[in-house]
């Protein structure tokens, strides 16, 4: 375990190479924070860490992730308010000194990956939940693996989305999402697929790949998560398409032991199945 630096409404760990954010439960914490519960950010994933003063007597300590790093905050496209955002950790303004030591000892840390840019991945787990959420046209659901599920409330949706039915989208059919925060206006999720179809000229209310938040209905707390689990998932199945073209070229056995410890990423994150891990790994080791 290491040093502990603990805020309003969470704490972070520092470990030799990432930053443990866990979130305090309770209801003052916002509702985000809450279900976010805990977070492992690697030092690999940030790109930046300031200090800056807060309101009411307070210093804010905020990293901010590599574009591409973390799939919550790709899915909310910066569109969370400062209580909401779980890199900031806000501190009674008389530990300042002690949140400039450990700004200064995580700057240290992260030196080597800020000039990197975007990431190629996402290094940070996407939230594990929630899997349904309730949108004012209909409910969302997501397995966890393979299928997103759209079922229609009859009290708010279109008729388009009545007379397209329930939907059922396939992850791989899938190249991303577009998440409109209900906190800003006229909300959404919106499942962009990959067959070139192009929905966004059509309004969310009227597009059956899309359900439509309200008041009470998709809060930030629950179709955020649900839009970061998908899109990690999205880009699971993307990965899991490009490693058969990767494998077949030769490699050098460094090279090799690469792609063996990215499998066992993907592995490990519940992307790639047992029997797809064991098949890919025999193949890969077959060409030492």
Do not use: C
């Amino acid at each position: 375990m290491g040093d502990v630096l603990a805020g309003i409404h969470a704490t972070w760990e520092f470990e030799n190479d990432a930053v443990v954010i866990r979130f305090e439960r309770g209801i003052r914490t916002p509702k985000l924070l809450n279900a976010l519960r805990e977070r492992r950010v690697p030092h690999e994933a940030l790109a930046s860490v300031t200090l800056a003063p807060g309101k009411r007597g307070t210093v804010v300590l905020h990293a901010q992730p590599r574009p591409g790093a973390d799939p919550l905050m790709e899915a909310a496209a910066g569109q969370l308010k400062d209580g909401s955002d779980p890199y900031r950790l806000v501190l009674p303004a008389e530990r300042e000194t002690l949140a400039e030591y450990y700004r200064d000892e995580l700057r240290a840390a992260i030196a080597p990956y800020r000039d990197l840019g975007p990431a190629d991945g996402f290094l940070v787990a996407a939230p594990e939940g929630p899997q349904s959420f309730k949108a004012y046209d209909g409910k969302a659901s997501f397995d966890g693996k393979g299928e997103i599920g759209f079922r229609w409330f009859w009290t708010g949706a279109s008729s388009e989305k009545w007379k397209a039915g329930d939907q059922t989208f396939r992850v791989r059919e899938l190249s991303g999402v577009e998440w409109r925060s209900p906190e800003i206006m006229d909300g959404y999720l919106r499942l962009v697929r990959r067959d070139g179809h192009d929905s966004r000229p059509v309004q969310p209310d009227h597009d059956p790949a899309s359900v439509v938040f309200g008041l009470g209905y998709g809060p930030v707390y629950e179709s955020l998560p649900f839009a970061a689990s998908v899109l990690a998932a999205i880009r699971g199945a993307s990965e899991r398409e490009r490693v058969p073209a990767v494998a077949a070229r030769p490699r050098d056995p460094a090279g090799v032991a690469e792609r063996i410890r990215h499998l066992g990423e993907l592995h490990q994150a519940g992307l790639v199945t047992d029997e797809e891990f064991s098949a890919k790994k025999a193949e890969l080791l077959a060409e030492l």
